[in-house]
């Protein structure tokens, strides 16, 4: 799937009910997280529920960085795999550059999420930037 289809599948639905069920199905078809990989250094700061975070680059040129997360909450997974397709598989400019603000706002998240779910959804847009910053 790419971003562009889950906007259009967003505008499908009618409610935000069913959006957010929407949200937690996506969550539920991430690969899993190695267990090894749960460790306190990828857990995301700033999220109300526990989230890990890890990046790898490849061997392209440019290198370009994939991402695997979990979280012990559906919602937050299904945040997590949102931001798997904006982010998984570019380049370190491209992530470094992305408009994710302009995303959120297509898919109505800047105005739907708690306050407290928005804070988590920027500390881990802003922990995959950092993780690309410190690849390049």
Known sequence: MTIETLIENFELLGDWEDRYAYVMELGQTLDAMAEEDKT????VKGCQATVWL???????????LSFVADSNSQ???????ILHLMFSGK?????????????FSRLGLDRH???TRS???????????????SAG
């Open 40 to 43: 306190e250094e990828n857990r």
């Open 54 to 64: 890890k990046s790898q680059t490849d061997d392209q040129t440019p290198p370009c």
């Open 75 to 81: 919602i937050v997974k299904g945040l997590v795999y």
């Open 91 to 103: 380049s370190i400019s491209e992530i470094i550059a992305y408009d994710e603000k302009a995303i």
């Open 113 to 115: 999420l708690s306050p």
């Open 119 to 133: 804070t988590g959804l920027n500390a881990m847009v802003q922990q995959i930037k950092a993780q690309a910053r």
